[in-house]
């Protein structure tokens, strides 16, 4: 079964709109990854984040994670049409890393 | 650097045959990895390997060997195809951390297989 669930399962935004991202997981982790596949392609990395620490930035893209929770987000802001894609959370834990379903995200010119 | 490749890009099977997906990175990393990812769905992990000898087993490993010998090759065989293994098929490396903790995983352009 998937460790890792993403909500919402989709979302459309406009562009220029923020666009969070969550996701949910149920045991204890290492580190927790978000990645970006879009349509048909491979998945590239956006940012990893340690069991100990709390919030991370790359450039419009801020991840938190609370381990009390079991939950991390992600938010774009100032979203463009070419964010447009699916975005997966990755939780790792000894070695395997187990993905949720994404969020399939929708930015509109 | 080529980074991760894979091929085949595209492969059709007969169900009962057998094949081999190919996976190299040039990027010296230890940690290597299979996946499936079925439409609308996220991947899941199929095989590992630690380093060269060491394969272990992730969520999906049925119908499905890895072997490792060497640090930059790492095969994913299917023994007999079954039209349940029609999928795409990612490979990821990675560096390790400490306690086998995973760093950033570079993913494979993929492998479309249809089993008929």
């Known amino acids: 079964s998937q460790q890792g669930e993403e909500d919402p399962q989709a979302l459309s935004i406009q562009e220029g709109e923020n666009a969070t991202m969550n996701c949910s997981y149920k045991?204890?982790?290492?580190?927790l990854q978000w990645y970006r596949q879009n349509s048909g392609r491979g998945l590239v990395h956006l940012i990893l984040i340690r069991s100990n620490e709390r919030e991370k930035h790359s450039g419009r893209l801020r991840v938190t994670l609370d381990t009390s929770k079991k939950s991390s987000s992600l938010l774009i802001t100032a979203s463009r049409a070419a964010d447009t894609a699916s975005y997966f959370c990755?939780?790792?834990?000894?070695?395997?890393?187990?993905f949720g379903d994404g969020t399939t995200l929708t930015v509109k010119p | 650097n080529a980074g991760v490749t894979q091929t085949p890009k595209f492969q059709v099977l007969k169900t009962g045959q057998s094949m081999t997906l190919q996976c190299a990175q040039d990027m010296n990393h230890e940690y290597m990895s299979w996946y499936r990812q079925d439409p609308g769905m996220g991947l899941r992990l199929i095989h590992y390997?630690?380093?060269?000898?060491?394969?272990d087993q992730g969520e999906v490993p049925n119908g499905y060997n890895v072997s490792r010998s060497t640090t930059e090759d790492f095969p994913l065989r299917l023994l007999s195809a079954a039209p349940s293994q029609t999928s795409v098929y990612f490979c990821?490396?990675?560096?390790?951390?400490?306690?086998?903790?995973?760093?950033?995983?570079?993913f494979g352009p993929g492998t479309r297989l249809l089993v008929l």
């Open positions: 390997s630690v380093g060269a000898g060491i394969t």
């Open positions: 990755a939780t790792d834990s000894v070695g395997k890393s187990t």
């Open positions: 045991t204890s982790i290492n580190n």
């Open positions: 990821a490396s990675s560096w390790l951390g400490g306690g086998l903790d995973l760093e950033t995983q570079y």
